[in-house]
């Protein structure tokens, strides 16, 4: 069974910094597909905001994280990592992993396998 699992998220001032890590089972890190992180705010969609293609090795965020976010992978252990600095109060939400196509990750669209998601709180 294909399951991802997230955890590391909390409660953080803001300017502080949270690493998620996403626990992939089922399929390998080796094989072709994107690993997004997305998250949802209160009363707003679900956005994409980092993903990586996993044999590619495009590492891609959006404007509203890039600089501050940065998505990695340790496939010797099948975990892929979302390491959030500078955080603020508009960061929080609740933080997915999920699996999808590649060789282009930021196909938002496209991925169809997810996470439970994991709270991360940046008080001000």
């Known amino acids: 069974e294909v399951q991802l699992v997230e955890s590391g998220g909390g409660l953080v001032q803001t300017g502080g910094s949270l690493r998620l890590s996403c626990a992939a089972s089922g399929f390998s890190l080796d094989d072709d597909y994107s690993i997004g992180w997305f998250r949802q705010a209160p009363g707003k969609k679900r956005e994409g905001v980092s993903c990586?293609?996993?044999?590619?090795?495009?590492?891609y965020s959006t404007d509203s994280v890039r600089g501050r976010f940065t998505v990695s992978t340790d496939k010797a252990n099948n975990l892929v990592y979302l390491q959030m600095n500078s955080l603020k109060p508009e960061d929080t939400a609740v933080y997915y992993c999920a699996r999808g196509p590649a060789p282009i990750c930021a196909i938002w669209y496209e991925y169809n396998v997810w996470g439970q998601g994991t709270q991360v709180t940046v008080s001000s």
């Open positions: 990586i293609s996993l044999n590619h090795g495009r590492p």
